[in-house]
Nanobody, 120 residues
Framework: VQLQASGGGSVQPGGSLRLSCGIS????????IAWFRQAPGKEREWVSC????????NYADSVQGRFTISRDNAKSTVYLQMNGVEPGDTAVYYC??????????????WGQGTQVTVSS
């Protein structure tokens, strides 16, 4: 399984950004996909996940109500819509498979990461 994260960039506080995670190299139709982020000098942090079974979503408290995860199975892509971004959201964002648990050790596959920078 290969994961390709994209969509990062620079955005002002309060702005929006949409990250994409393309999934390839598999015949399975769905995977549990999570987004993690890692800021300089900090540990990798679980942000959100969407389950493979029923498409239910979970969020870290720090992004609840601001970020929305979704999937388009026809495009084999999972999205992370980031609204109302804050400077604390600045990090490299990674997508990972195949789980919906809040811990990096549960994930076998990782994308390469995409940088998100929030500043004025």
């Amino acid at each position: 399984v290969q994961l390709q994260a994209s969509g990062g960039g620079s955005v002002q506080p309060g702005g929006s950004l949409r990250l994409s995670c393309g999934i390839s190299g598999t015949t399975r139709s769905t995977y549990g996909i999570a987004w993690f982020r890692q800021a300089p000098g900090k540990e990798r942090e679980w942000v959100s996940c969407i389950s493979s079974s029923d498409g239910s979503a979970n969020y870290a408290d720090s992004v609840q109500g601001r970020f929305t995860i979704s999937r388009d199975n026809a495009k084999s892509t999972v999205y992370l819509q980031m609204n109302g971004v804050e400077p604390g959201d600045t990090a490299v964002y990674y997508c990972a498979a195949d789980s919906c648990l809040p811990g990096a050790l549960f994930y076998d596959y990782w994308g390469q990461g995409t940088q998100v920078t929030v500043s004025s």
